[in-house]
């Protein structure tokens, strides 16, 4: 079964460039129709979608974010990623990347365990 | 921008209970709706896809229902592990993007 882990530095300092890298395993990024996203939220609160993508490299951003995010795929290591720039304290979140699937209706139905970053000087 | 808004807040209920859980969008997303499940440090889990439609692997005591503004989750008959937070989730293919609902907590009373 497809599993994702996401991967990065847990502290990162304002003003600089967040970046996370989800890992895909047990099935290839490419295979099926899937995009794949990210997800934050910070201690306590709700779920934010930062963005997705499709494997042929199209991308969508929530309009929130989307002057400073980029997401990528690298195909050939079964991985995409997350770059946020200009990063503030209310960067600081749980970020999980997870599957958007068509068989669901492009529900999000594997999602990785979440990683911390803290956004501090 | 869709806005989704989620009642309660909070609901106490008692394992055995039948739990309502209130999605309600600010217009039309068809049947565009999903929940999740979400326990303390996990990720969420995905419970219902298209309004109505359970995820796989997730017990018949779930149910989802409506269409357009409004809809439901239904939690039958609530298991000791039912006690979690519970997100909606609405797509909208222009702009392609997701929105999530502020949460309802459901918790032991």
């Known amino acids: 079964q497809v599993q994702l882990q996401e991967s990065g530095p847990g502290l990162v300092k304002p003003s600089q460039t967040l970046s996370l890298t989800c890992t895909v395993s047990g099935g290839s990024i490419s295979s099926g129709s899937y995009y794949w996203s990210w997800i934050r939220q910070p201690a306590g609160k709700g779920l934010e979608w930062i963005g997705r993508?499709?494997?042929?490299?199209?991308?969508n951003y929530n309009p929130s974010l989307k002057s400073r995010v980029t997401i990528s795929v690298d195909t050939s290591k079964n991985q995409f990623s997350l770059k946020l720039s200009s990063v503030t304290a209310a960067d600081t979140a749980v970020y999980y990347c997870a599957r958007v699937s068509e068989d669901t209706a492009w529900g999000m139905d594997v999602w990785g365990q979440g990683t911390t970053v803290t956004v501090s000087s | 921008e869709i806005v989704l808004t989620q009642s309660p807040a909070t609901l106490s209920l008692s394992p055995g209970e039948r739990a309502t859980l209130s999605c309600r969008a600010s217009q039309s997303v068809s049947s565009y709706l999903a929940w999740y499940q979400q326990k303390p440090g996990q990720a969420p889990r995905l419970l219902i896809y298209?309004?109505?439609n359970r995820a796989t692997g997730i017990p018949a005591r779930f149910s989802g229902s409506g269409s357009g503004t409004d809809f439901t989750l239904t939690i039958s008959s609530l298991e000791p592990e039912d006690f979690a937070v519970y997100y909606c989730q609405q797509r909208s293919n222009w702009p392609p993007r997701f929105t999530f609902g502020p949460g309802t907590k459901v918790d032991i009373k």
């Open positions: 298209d309004a109505s």
């Open positions: 993508i499709y494997t042929s490299g199209s991308t």
